[in-house]
């Protein structure tokens, strides 16, 4: 679902220092 991706796009940006 939606929220799930979106979790998994915060750790991506989290990963590259955001």
């Known amino acids: ?3 799930s ?3 998994k796009w915060v ?3 989290q990963k ?3």
Request: hydrophobic residues 35%.
């Open 1 to 3: 679902d939606s929220f």
């Open 16 to 18: 590259q220092g955001f």
């Open 11 to 13: 750790q991506e940006l």
């Open 5 to 7: 991706r979106a979790k």
